[in-house]
């Protein structure tokens, strides 16, 4: 290529040469960015507000971005689970006092109506005749079975089976009743499938995988709202079901916009182009400010996950469980939740949240006393060395703790922990790895000493938390379940079989009162408080109630309206 | 000219294949992985996380995954995204347009303004507005982008309420003039210091050749002070700025981190930020890829525009 073949452009009388001159090209450069921002200041003084949504419209904001919106599939809950409950149902809903309410079944299963057999292993669920996909089919027990047939299908990279693992088999005695058999006595089956939410097995048994499926982007349910579109990087939003079982949704329409920046996602609901700001909430730091936004309100919303210190008792360091006690007696869990959390969170000494129907209200806190503490630890045989740590038979009480690196408040409550333990002569290191790094085998293959964080029970609100406590449960010792902490106690674990295969509500709550007496007194983790994240909501948004038994407030998106 | 493609053409792809090894070895060599993601999540036990591992195939030797990878690529399957579930090459080709546009803007208002400065304090060195350009030039390549950003966002949505927070286009569709809007506080912020680095490259580029023999010739033949700057010296500084402007094209595609996270800007660089926290293999190796083929397509504009403005660097490659 030569430069007399690109020529086009006649030579002006400064360039010596044919075509095309080095000045043209830079000119071209130069006025073509001109024009741009030219007509860019003229916009700036044609509209001079930034708009606030319209009426009817409820834009909810989230710092993280929804992309799965397959329920079976989607990795991210929070912010996959709004739209999980924005276009899907489940059986039945929890509301926010712990009831369980019917959505998709008639009624909720219980042994007084005959729903669940005596002996607990046969379920007789009854469904609504009168639901329909958004794509106007019929929807079915058939679908109820084909969402258990997936669940358990290996080829499908399912995130949980949410205790499905209990089936032994089930089958669809009519088109509205499903019968479901299980193992086992599993009185937390109930909560399985409020958390599972039901798919259309006339879309997808056709599809040849599951995994990529187009439905996973564009997915239809039975839910309040159908999905309209999803704009990546940006926002998703759904339109009203007109011919939802449960009435029809009072919204025109519904987004969830995706602000990836806290600060930016604030701004955004201060000037009211946005709604909602839910999910990862408002930041402590931001609550006095929330507070006193005009038009707005800031919300405290209890939330299922509690902070830990989670101590490996496979370390010669957290054997005995004096020492972890004398731990727990050292941390200033007050200092911590006023300081770095600005008094939001609720303390509890539980698995549990305090407002939780289960949390045992007799437990008695042992207090923040570094005096008794040291003392605990010289009676264990910890007695300070020369190097000022306390040490035994050769092993230093030292260890690391470890959390998501980059996570501000944890860090600052790391050193506020490393200080206070310094007082009683223990030595603590903060080693802090990305989320990706530390939550991996660091944590499954119980490779750190203690970790710093925020968990919630397995099947939540079911207070069964087996899956954590039980010896059997050490993935580390080839044991299957996410007891991370190597916590042994056969009394545990007979109390945890019995709470699961019990039934009635008061024989469970006095099983499950034991096994947090239990853990408070051996602590394998020592818990530190209740989350509660801090809503914002616009005073023209109505309708919206938090639910402190659920990760997502879209519980009953049907009733929200807006200004 | 023609030979002179098709041996940078096969050089290009020899680098590509090496850039494609090396990503992907690093990429798995890194502690942890998309698994962990999934650990974040309660419900999901250690069972499920060995299924799942199995199921995206990580429980392979990486060499097995690198060339399923490779075979995928050559057969035009890009593979599909952990996370989503969708066609990786979808999801990067869905946010190339926004990334585009931004970056776009941005390079275009930029090199305007930051030649113009350039040339300006240059000519005028060592006077009042070459010490000021020079001062500010400086003030903007220091500031944190995300500090400045949020700072605009403050004064101009918050407190003025003039221009949205921050997006590409209002949630209820919106035209032309209100993706422009949008489009404002992100370019002014990313602008600002790519107007620095033009300023002050132009600037150097331009005194060095103004002090050479052949403008002195220029000047002593008489000639007006403007044409020897047009003419002759500009002429002459076009040749790195090119260079400088080939370097800087990936930055279409590439977008921008922190500008496009603080502004909620829906494009690359916000797509590579979530997908290297959740470890998505496929999608960051499409977008490393993506990127090399760029930075080896720039590079290569770049010498063309050269022999185009210089013909001995013409002669010198053929």
Not at chain 1, 305 to 334: H, S, T, W
Not at chain 1, 376 to 394: C, F, P, Q
Not at chain 2, 4 to 32: C, D, E, K, T, Y
Request: net charge neutral; with cysteine.
């Amino acid at each position: 290529m030569t430069e007399n073949r690109l020529a086009t452009m006649p030579a002006d009388g400064a360039s010596t040469e044919r075509g095309l001159s080095r000045r043209d090209v830079l000119l071209a450069g130069l006025a073509l960015p001109a024009l741009g921002g030219g007509v860019g200041v003229a916009s700036l003084l044609v509209s001079n507000s930034a708009k606030a949504a319209a009426a009817g419209q409820c834009v909810v904001g989230v710092t993280q971005e929804a992309v799965n919106f397959n329920p079976l599939l989607y990795v991210n809950t929070g912010v996959e689970t709004c739209v999980e409950f924005t276009v899907f149902d489940s059986l039945w809903k929890i509301d926010p006092e712990g009831k369980f309410i019917p959505n998709l079944a008639t009624e909720i299963p219980t042994v007084e109506n005959g729903g669940v057999s005596k002996d607990g292993l046969t379920w007789t669920i009854k469904l609504r005749p009168d639901v329909t996909w958004h794509d106007g089919q019929p929807f079915s027990a058939d679908d109820v079975a084909f969402t258990l047939d997936v669940i358990m299908n290996p080829k499908v990279a399912v995130r949980s089976r949410q205790g499905h693992e209990h089936v032994e088999h089930y089958g669809v005695k009519d088109p509205h009743t499903i019968e479901i058999k299980l193992k086992d006595s599993f009185a937390p089956y109930l909560v399985s499938w409020q958390k599972t939410s039901v798919i259309p097995k006339h879309i997808l048994a056709s599809v040849p995988d599951i995994n990529t499926a187009p439905f996973n982007t564009n997915p239809v349910g039975t839910g309040p709202f159908k999905f309209k579109e999803r704009v990546a990087g940006s926002y998703i939003s759904f339109q009203p079901n007109p011919k939802y079982h449960g009435g029809v949704p009072k919204l025109a329409s519904l987004v969830q916009k995706y602000v990836p920046d806290q600060q930016s996602l604030f701004a955004q609901f201060q000037t009211g182009e946005v709604d909602v700001y839910d999910i990862q909430g408002i930041p402590p730091l931001l609550y006095q400010r929330a507070k006193t936004i005009p038009g707005a309100k800031a919300v405290l919303n209890p939330n299922p996950f509690v902070e830990f210190i989670y101590f490996n008792c496979g370390k010669p360091q957290f054997e005995d469980k004096r020492v972890r006690k004398a731990l727990y007696m050292a941390v200033d869990r007050k200092g911590w939740i006023d300081a770095v959390y600005y008094g939001v969170p609720v303390p509890t000494l539980s698995y549990l949240p305090p407002n939780h129907w289960a949390y045992n209200k007799s437990l008695v806190d042992p207090g923040y006393d570094p005096k008794k503490a040291a003392a605990l630890l010289d009676e264990a045989g910890w007695k300070v060395a020369s190097d000022g740590v306390r040490a035994k038979d050769g092993v230093r009480l030292a260890f690391t703790m470890s959390t998501t690196a980059g996570n501000k408040s944890r860090e600052q409550a790391q050193q506020l922990v490393q200080q206070n333990l310094k007082k009683i002569n223990v030595e603590m290191t903060i080693k802090n790895m990305p989320a990706s790094v530390v939550w991996g085998d660091y944590t499954v293959q119980s490779q750190f000493d203690t970790l710093m964080v925020g968990w919630d029970a397995l099947l939540y609100p079911d207070p069964d938390y087996g899956d954590r406590i039980r010896s059997t449960a050490i993935p580390a010792k080839g044991g299957s379940g996410s007891n991370y902490v190597q916590y042994q106690n056969p009394e545990i674990d007979k109390l945890s079989d019995q709470g699961v295969a019990t039934t009635n509500l008061q024989e469970r709550k006095a099983i499950y009162d034991k096994i947090q007496a239990i853990l408070l007194d051996d602590l394998p983790f020592a818990p530190i408080f209740s989350y509660q994240s801090i809503v914002g909501v616009r005073d023209r948004m109505k309708g919206y109630e938090v639910n402190p038994y659920l990760t997502s407030n879209f519980w009953n998106t049907p009733d929200w309206t807006t200004a | 000219m023609g030979r002179f493609l098709v041996n940078r053409v096969a050089q290009s792809a020899v680098l590509l294949v090496g850039v494609s090894v090396i990503g992907f070895a690093l990429m798995h060599l890194a502690p942890g992985g998309p698994l962990a993601m999934y650990t974040l999540n309660p419900t999901v036990t250690a069972q499920d996380i060995q299924r799942v591992k199995v199921q995206f195939g990580l429980d392979q030797p990486v060499w097995v995954q690198y060339f399923k990878w490779a075979a995928g690529i050559f057969t035009g399957n890009w593979g599909y995204s952990f996370f989503g579930g969708q066609p990786v090459r979808e999801v990067v080709f869905d946010r190339l347009p926004a990334t585009f546009e931004l970056m776009g803007s941005a390079l275009c208002l930029s090199l305007l303004i930051g030649v113009a400065i350039g040339v300006l304090s240059a000519v005028k060195r060592g006077s009042l507005l070459d010490h000021a350009t020079a001062v500010a030039a400086m003030v903007a390549l220091s500031l944190p982008t995300f500090w400045f950003g949020l700072l605009a966002i403050f004064i101009f949505a918050q407190t003025l309420g003039w221009l949205p927070a921050g997006g590409n286009h209002s949630t209820d569709g919106g035209g032309f003039l209100d993706g422009l809007r949008h489009l404002i506080l992100p370019v002014a912020v990313l602008a600002l210091v790519l107007v620095a680095q033009w300023s002050r490259y132009t600037r150097s580029y331009l005194l060095e050749i103004l002090n050479q023999d052949f403008i002195r010739t220029a000047r002593a033949k008489g000639l007006r002070p403007s044409r020897v700057l047009v003419n002759h010296a500009l002429r002459a500084a076009l040749v790195p700025l090119i260079t400088l402007g080939g370097l800087q094209l990936p930055l279409l595609v590439g977008g921008a981190l922190v500008t496009e996270t603080v502004f909620s800007w829906p494009g690359m660089g916000l797509l590579f930020v979530n997908a290297l926290g959740s470890r998505d293999y496929p999608v960051l190796m499409a977008i490393l890829m993506v990127g090399a083929f760029v930075v080896v397509l720039g590079n290569l504009i770049a010498d063309i525009l050269i022999a185009l403005v210089d013909p001995r660097a013409k002669i010198a490659h053929v």
